[in-house]
T-cell receptor, first 115, second 117 residues
Framework: SAVISQKPSRDICQRGTSLTIQCQVD?????MFWYRQQPGQSLTLIAT?????????ESGFVIDKFPISRPNLTFSTLTVSNMSPEDSSIYLCSAQRTAGRAEAFFGQGTRLTVV | AQKVTQAQTEISVVEKEDVTLDCVYETRDTTYYLFWYKQPPSGELVFLIR??????QNEISGRYSWNFQKSTSSFNFTITASQVVDSAVYFCALSEAANTGRRALTFGSGTRLQVQP
């Protein structure tokens, strides 16, 4: 199985500021994703992080608000920009291999509170 | 488009009772994967099981068992002799196998299980 390290694990941020979340996988994976979990809700896919190219965003999420980088096969970042209280959520990084076993591995999540 | 429905929002049982969490899915793909995750209050997602669409064998792991029925598009999860430590939110999820690789997971809305001592 792959181990995913995500940091920070939690943060309290002022509105209008930005936070960058880092995700490091301990083995090479093809697919990396970012999810958001609003309080009391399920997980919603934000985007697929593509290596060396722009991320693929889901409906309702835009690059200006959630810029994503993926410089190599094992690392990705998600930035939450110009934050408002509505951005308070848990953000989770996920990784999958294209071939072989189909588990989707998840980081421990970043619990973000915007005040 | 794929969809996962967990109709049970919250279930409360007394310790040692058996409990079944329901999951119904929709997909047009013939190849797909189904998952169950546990999310305790700490927030991390704990992987419980993955099942591919070609394997309809039911599975048992300790007190946990899963019933996969393609005919009814269901993948139900049963906890036998529940314990207080089983209290968590449980998510069922679906991933379709695209030609270019596996797609991201679509999650159900989750079922909050409370096991009372």
């Amino acid at each position: 199985s792959a181990v995913i390290s995500q940091k920070p694990s939690r943060d309290i941020c002022q509105r209008g500021t930005s936070l960058t979340i880092q995700c490091q996988v301990d083995s090479q994976v093809t697919m990396m994703f970012w999810y958001r979990q609003q309080p009391g809700q399920s997980l919603t896919l934000i985007a697929t992080a593509n290596q060396g190219s722009e991320a693929t965003y889901e409906s309702g999420f835009v690059i200006d608000k959630f810029p994503i980088s993926r410089p190599n096969l094992t690392f990705s970042t998600l930035t939450v920009s110009n934050m408002s209280p509505e951005d308070s959520s848990i953000y989770l990084c996920s990784a999958q291999r294209t071939a072989g076993r189909a588990e989707a591995f998840f980081g421990q999540g970043t619990r973000l509170t915007v005040v | 488009a794929q969809k996962v429905t967990q109709a049970q929002t919250e279930i409360s049982v007394v310790e040692k009772e058996d409990v079944t969490l329901d999951c119904v899915y929709e997909t047009r793909d013939t190849t797909y994967y189904l998952f169950w995750y546990k999310q305790p209050p700490s927030g991390e997602l704990v992987f419980l099981i993955r099942r591919n669409s070609f394997d309809e064998q039911n599975e048992i792991s300790g007190r946990y068992s899963w019933n996969f029925q393609k005919s009814t598009s269901s993948f139900n999860f049963t906890i036998t002799a529940s314990q207080v430590v089983d209290s968590a939110v449980y998510f069922c999820a679906l991933s379709e196998a695209a030609n270019t690789g596996r797609r991201a997971l679509t999650f159900g809305s989750g079922t909050r299980l409370q096991v009372q001592p």
